[in-house]
Nanobody, 117 residues
Framework: QVQLVESGGGLVQAGGSLRLSCAAS????????MGWYRQAPGKQRELVAT???????NYAISVKGRFTISRDNAKNTVYLQMNGLKAEDTAVYYC???????????WGQGTQVTVSS
């Protein structure tokens, strides 16, 4: 059974930084994608950033240049460094794992990020 454990959310002022971490455990295949999605109140869940095991990345336009996704494949851990945070970044951030190919989807429990303006 695959589990995703997130950490690093919190409250920060606009312009500040936060770093999210997500560790995956269980049967993790070598071919996979890990990343982050977010959901703000009253809105649909949206992509923030993903990174495959071969280091291919994908970012939402709204976070490009401010957020950086990285991975430690040996530890099955993905990180999201968030700089220049804005009030509109406030949301619950969910860790995502697409395991194997075709991907089987797994989600973390979510961590709250609140940016005060």
């Amino acid at each position: 059974q695959v589990q995703l454990v997130e950490s690093g959310g919190g409250l920060v002022q606009a312009g500040g930084s936060l770093r999210l971490s997500c560790a995956a455990s269980g049967r993790i295949f070598s071919i996979n994608v890990m990343g982050w999605y977010r959901q703000a109140p009253g809105k649909q869940r949206e992509l923030v950033a993903t990174r495959t095991n071969t280091a291919s990345t994908n970012y939402a336009i709204s976070v490009k240049g401010r957020f950086t996704i990285s991975r430690d494949n040996a530890k099955n851990t993905v990180y999201l460094q968030m700089n220049g945070l804005k009030a509109e970044d406030t949301a619950v951030y969910y860790c995502y794992l697409g395991n194997g190919y075709p991907y089987t989807d797994y989600w973390g429990q979510g961590t709250q990020v609140t940016v005060s303006s």
